[in-house]
C-alpha cells in the first residue's frame, strides 16, 4: 500500500474536524432530492396548445429518427460527514465528490462524451475550508462554503454544485442540430439554452388541475398531453407536457410511467411544439426493462449507463472513507 | 520508469484482474490490436531499483462491453441507446523472467509486442548456442529450437502427433530435417549425419530429390528469412521392395521408377543376420514356445548360411538347397524343423503353430528373400548419401513391420559395434503406434525402446509420428525432446500425453490446419504454435515438371 504523504501540521488550520460516524450514507449516491418543484408557487395555463376544456392524448408522426441527442446527467456521493469544531462552535460539513458527463447519440451510435469531476469539502454556516485537501494525488477536495447552518445544507451545497456543472454542459452542448436532454428541471440560468430540455423522473408536483388529470391518467404509450405553460414568479416560464414511456401495472399508481419534460419559454410556442413531438418519438427507444432497471421507465437507458460509468470515475467509496480517516487520525495525534 | 520497452506499446498491466509473475492480463490500447500468440514484454522496477523484465505469450484474447450486466446490452449498443465500453484483454502466460526474480508486473505497467532480438530473447534464443530453425510465427518471425536437445548432447527424439491426412506430420519431419541438412547448423557433424526415412503411406517422399515447381515467392522469402535455401534435399537415395513374381528386381512403385532402388535379401543374408524373428509380427507369436522355435532355427540357418560359397545367393540346409523364402517353407514343413530343435522340450502342436504362421508370412513378405543371383547386393545401404527413404507402403502390415525392424536393428547392431555419438543418424517413422504399441506386442518394440533410452547417447535420433501419442509405448513418447502436434481429435487432446499443452492449447490443436503445429520444447516453459514452409522439394510428379499452378499449398489436403 503506498502511504499518502505526511501530512502538514494541520490540513484545516484552526478547525477540529472529525468524521460523523452515524452519518455516513452508504452507497448514498442517489439519496434525498432537492428538487424545487415542490415549492414552486407558479400560475400554469393549460391553454396554449389546446383550449384546455379539448385536452386529449397527441400522438405525433414519427418523424426521421436520426436526430441527434445528448443526455446529460450527474451523480454525487457524500464521502463523509463532518463534525467540524472551532472555538466551541460546532459546524456540519461533508466531504463529497460529484461527476457529470454527458452520452451523445447519433448516427445509431451512443457513446460517452465530455466528463466533468468535482470533489469537495463544504462547511456550513459561512465557514470556509482553509485549504484544499489532498488524500492521494489525483484526489484533492476544493474547499467549499454554504451559509446555511442545518446538518442537510453540505449536502445540498455540493448537490447544487452538481447541478451547475450539469446546467454548464447542457448548454455547452445544446445546438441547432442536437437537442440535449438534461436531467431535472430547468433552472432560471437555461433561458438561453433553447435546445435543452429538462426530464423531471419523479413527479413531486403534477401543475396540471384537477380537470386536465384524466387525460395524464388515461395518456397511451408513446403519447404526450397537450404543453401547457408554467409561469413562475421567481422563476421563469417554460413550456412543460407530460408523455407516457411505459405501462403502468395495476398495483401502480396511474402517473407510474410518466415524465414530464420542459423547455425554456423563450423558444417559442412554435418550437416547443416540434421538440416536445421529437421527444414523444423519441424517448420511448431509450426506455430501459424492469429487470435492468429498477426505475424504469423513467430512467432511460443512456442516463442508467451514464449514471454507472460517472459513478465508476468517482473511485472506490470505501477506499477514500479509509483515507480520510488515516489523514484525520494522524492529523489528531500531530495535533 | 525502468527502460521503456523498444517496441510500441500496445496496452497496460491490468488491475482488474491478478498480475502473478506466470500470467497477467493485459488491457489492450484503443486502436492497437494484439492477437494469439503474440511475444509481449513488459517490465516492473523493485523498490531496490532493480529492473525485472517478463517476456510473455498471448494465449487468450477477448473483448467485452465493460460493466454490461445484460445479454441485451449487445443489442441496445447496437441500436445506439445504451453507450458502452469495449474492454479488449489478452491473456498472457510469461515465459521468461529475466532475471529471475518471481515478482508479479504492477497493475499500469506498459506491455509491447516484442520484435526482432527482444522475441529472441523472450524465447530464449539467445541463450541457445546451437539452433536449427523449425518453422515460423504466424507474423513470419523464425522460430528455432536447440539443436542439443535433438542430437543426443541433451536430448534427443521428436514425437508428431496429429490426425492423419491433415496434420502434415511427415511433411513436418521432413521439413526438420531438410533444415538440419542444409542450414549450417549441424556444423562438423553434417558431413556423417544420416537420415533414415520410411515412407509408409503415399509415395509423397520418393520426390525429394527434385524441386518443387509450384513454389512462390512468398515461400522463398520464407525459407530465406528461416536461413535456408529453396531447394530439394542434395542428397538422397530411394529404396523400394521389390516386385512380386520377378526374378530380376524391380522398384514395386508406381509414380516414379527411374533412381529407385529395390531391395530385396538374399537368402543368405537373410540366414547369416538371423531375420527370421522378424518375419513373426502376430502378438500371438511371443507366446508359448514359438520364439525358441524361432531362436533354433535361426541357429541352424546362420549355421548353414556360413557354410558355403559366400557370394552364393542361395544356401544349402542339410543337404536341401534353399533358393527362395517358398523353398525355406518347404523345408521346415519337413522334419528338418524336428531336427533343428535339438531335443529341445518342443511340443509338436508349437512346431505345427510356428508352420501355419510361416506360411501366412511367406505370402506377404516372401518376395522379398530371393536366392536369385541377381539379388545379391540389394539390401538398403544408407551409409552412402544423406538422406536415406524405404518405401514401405506397397507392403502389407508384416511386410513392413520386417523390412523395418531388419533396417533399425542392423543400424542399432552397427552403431553399437562403432560405439560413440556420431555419426548421427535421424529415423523418420511414421505410424509408431503400429511399431510400437502402448497395449499389446510388436516384434519392433524393443528395438523401438531401445533407440528411445539409449538412441542420445548412439547418436540416433528418433523423429517418431503417430496419429495418437495416447497408444504409443509410454517411454518412446515420454523420451522425446522435442513434442509436436499437429491437428488433434478433440477426443485425444484431453489426454495426458498432451500435458505441455495449456488449456488453450489443447483447444487450438483440434483447430491447426495443415502445415501449422504447436511445438514444445525443454527450454520453453510453452508450446509455441508455428507453421512450416510449403516444402521447396516436390511431392508429387506434378510438382516436378515446370507446369504453373495454384499457390495454395495445401489444397491437396482438401480443406
Known amino acids: 500500500m503506498t502511504q499518502a504523504p505526511a501530512p502538514p501540521r494541520s490540513s484545516f488550520g484552526g478547525f477540529d474536524v472529525r468524521i460523523d460516524p452515524w452519518a455516513v450514507e452508504y452507497g448514498a449516491e442517489t439519496p434525498t432530492e432537492f428538487q424545487s418543484d415542490a415549492e414552486d408557487a407558479s400560475i400554469v395555463d393549460v391553454s396554449v396548445e389546446v383550449e384546455g376544456a379539448a385536452w386529449a392524448p397527441i400522438r405525433p408522426v414519427v418523424v426521421a429518427s436520426n436526430q441527434a441527442v445528448s443526455f446529460v446527467d450527474g451523480v454525487r456521493r457524500m464521502e463523509a460527514r463532518l463534525v467540524v469544531t472551532r472555538e466551541g462552535r460546532v459546524i456540519h460539513g461533508a466531504l463529497g465528490s460529484f461527476g457529470v458527463g454527458v452520452v451523445e447519440c447519433r448516427d445509431g451510435r451512443a457513446v460517452f462524451g465530455q466528463e466533468r469531476r468535482g470533489r469537495l469539502t463544504v462547511f456550513g454556516s459561512g465557514e470556509v475550508p482553509p485549504s484544499p485537501l489532498e488524500l492521494a494525488p489525483a484526489l484533492v477536495y476544493a474547499p467549499h462554503s454554504v451559509p446555511e447552518e442545518d446538518a442537510d445544507a453540505p449536502l445540498k451545497g455540493i448537490h447544487n454544485e452538481m447541478r451547475a456543472v450539469e446546467r454548464q454542459l447542457a448548454r455547452e452542448h445544446a445546438s441547432p442540430g442536437r437537442v440535449v436532454v438534461a436531467d431535472g428541471p430547468l433552472a432560471p440560468g437555461e433561458t438561453t439554452a433553447g435546445h435543452v430540455v429538462g426530464c423531471v423522473k419523479r413527479l413531486f408536483k403534477l401543475y396540471v388541475p384537477a380537470e386536465q388529470l384524466g387525460v395524464l391518467r388515461a395518456l397511451p404509450m408513446a403519447a404526450r398531453t397537450p404543453l401547457f405553460l408554467i409561469a413562475g414568479n421567481d422563476r421563469f416560464s417554460r413550456y412543460s407536457w407530460f408523455v407516457r414511456l411505459g405501462p403502468r401495472l395495476s398495483i401502480e399508481s396511474d402517473f407510474t410511467g410518466l415524465v414530464r419534460l420542459e423547455v425554456s419559454g423563450t423558444v417559442g410556442k412554435e418550437e416547443a411544439v416540434s421538440l416536445a413531438d421529437l421527444m414523444t418519438t423519441l424517448l420511448p427507444r431509450f426506455v430501459p426493462s424492469r429487470t435492468r432497471d429498477p426505475r424504469a421507465p423513467q430512467n432511460l437507458v443512456p442516463i442508467g449507463a451514464l449514471e454507472q460509468h460517472l459513478r465508476r470515475g468517482l473511485g472506490d467509496a470505501r477506499l477514500i472513507h479509509r483515507r480520510l480517516a488515516t489523514r484525520l487520525a494522524q492529523e489528531s495525534v500531530n495535533a | ?559
Open chain 2, 1 to 559: 520508469m525502468p527502460d521503456s520497452p523498444s517496441s510500441p506499446v500496445v496496452g497496460l498491466v491490468l488491475g482488474s484482474q491478478d498480475a502473478t509473475p506466470l500470467e497477467f492480463w493485459v488491457g489492450v490500447r484503443e486502436g492497437e490490436h494484439v492477437q494469439l500468440d503474440d511475444l509481449v514484454v513488459t517490465r516492473t522496477t523493485l523498490s531496490d531499483g532493480q529492473s525485472v523484465t517478463f517476456y510473455g505469450i498471448v494465449d487468450i484474447v477477448r473483448k467485452r462491453f465493460e460493466g454490461s450486466q445484460f445479454d441485451t446490452d449487445a443489442f441496445r449498443v447496437a441500436d445506439g441507446t445504451l453507450p458502452a465500453d469495449v474492454s479488449y484483454a489478452a491473456h498472457v502466460q510469461v515465459t521468461r523472467v529475466e532475471p529471475e526474480v518471481f515478482v508479479p508486473p504492477g497493475p499500469g505497467e506498459a506491455v509491447s509486442v516484442v520484435r526482432d532480438e527482444e522475441f529472441r530473447r523472450a524465447l530464449y534464443f539467445d541463450r541457445m548456442e546451437r539452433t536449427v530453425a523449425i518453422g515460423l510465427t504466424r507474423t513470419g518471425e523464425p522460430i528455432h529450437a536447440n539443436l542439443e536437445f535433438l542430437d543426443g548432447t541433451r536430448g534427443a527424439h521428436a514425437s508428431i502427433s496429429g490426425v492423419s491426412g491433415v496434420a502434415t506430420k511427415t511433411s513436418y519431419a521432413t521439413f526438420i530435417l531438410y533444415s538440419l541438412f542444409h542450414s549450417d547448423a549441424l556444423g562438423l557433424d553434417a558431413a556423417n549425419a544420416k537420415a533414415l526415412i520410411f515412407n509408409v503411406k503415399g509415395e509423397d517422399l520418393l520426390w525429394l530429390d527434385k524441386p518443387n515447381s509450384k513454389l512462390n515467392d512468398e515461400t522463398r522469402a520464407e525459407y530465406q528469412r528461416l536461413g535456408l535455401p529453396d531447394g530439394p534435399f542434395q542428397s538422397v537415395a530411394f529404396f523400394a521392395p521389390t516386385r512380386k513374381g520377378s526374378d530380376t528386381p524391380m522398384p514395386d512403385t508406381g509414380s516414379r521408377q527411374e533412381g529407385v532402388h529395390p531391395y530385396v535379401w538374399t537368402v543368405r543374408e537373410f540366414c547369416r543376420e538371423r531375420l527370421l524373428r522378424f518375419v513373426f509380427v502376430d502378438g500371438e507369436d511371443a507366446r508359448a514356445q514359438i520364439p525358441l522355435v524361432i531362436s533354433r532355427v535361426e541357429q541352424a540357418l546362420e549355421r548353414a548360411a556360413r557354410d558355403g560359397d559366400q557370394s552364393d545367393a542361395s544356401v544349402v540346409i542339410d543337404g536341401t538347397p534353399v533358393a527362395s523364402f517358398s523353398d525355406l517353407v518347404d523345408l521346415l514343413d519337413s522334419t528338418a524343423l524336428d531336427n533343428m530343435m535339438g531335443g529341445a522340450p518342443v511340443a509338436g502342436g508349437t512346431l505345427d503353430a510356428f508352420r501355419r504362421r510361416l506360411h501366412g508370412a511367406a505370402e506377404r513378405m516372401g518376395h522379398l528373400v530371393s536366392g536369385h543371383s541377381q539379388a545379391r547386393n540389394r539390401t538398403i545401404d544408407w551409409s552412402a548419401q544423406q538422406v536415406t527413404v524405404v518405401d514401405i507402403h506397397s507392403l502389407h502390415a508384416s511386410a513392413q513391420l520386417f523390412v523395418v525392424g531388419v533396417l533399425l536393428k542392423r543400424m542399432m547392431d552397427q552403431k553399437e559395434r562403432q560405439g560413440g555419438s556420431r555419426p548421427l543418424v535421424f529415423v523418420v517413422l511414421d505410424e509408431l503406434n503400429k511399431y510400437a504399441p502402448r497395449e499389446g506386442w510388436s516384434p519392433l518394440h524393443s528395438v523401438l525402446l531401445d533407440i528411445a533410452e539409449r538412441g542420445r547417447s548412439l547418436g540416433v535420433s528418433l523423429f517418431g509420428a503417430q496419429q495418437t501419442a495416447s497408444e504409443v509405448e509410454r517411454r518412446i513418447v515420454g523420451n522425446a525432446a522435442l513434442k509436436v502436434v499437429g491437428r488433434l481429435d478433440a477426443a485425444e487432446a484431453e489426454r495426458s500425453e498432451y500435458g505441455f499443452l495449456t488449456r488453450v492449447g489443447r483447444v487450438r490443436a483440434t483447430l491447426l490446419r495443415p502445415g501449422s503445429m504447436i511445438v514444445a520444447q525443454p527450454e520453453i516453459p510453452m508450446a509455441i504454435l508455428l507453421r512450416f514452409p510449403f516444402p521447396s522439394w516436390a511431392t508429387r510428379k506434378d510438382e516436378v515438371s515446370t507446369s504453373a499452378a495454384g499457390p495454395d499449398p495445401f489444397a491437396r489436403m482438401n480443406l
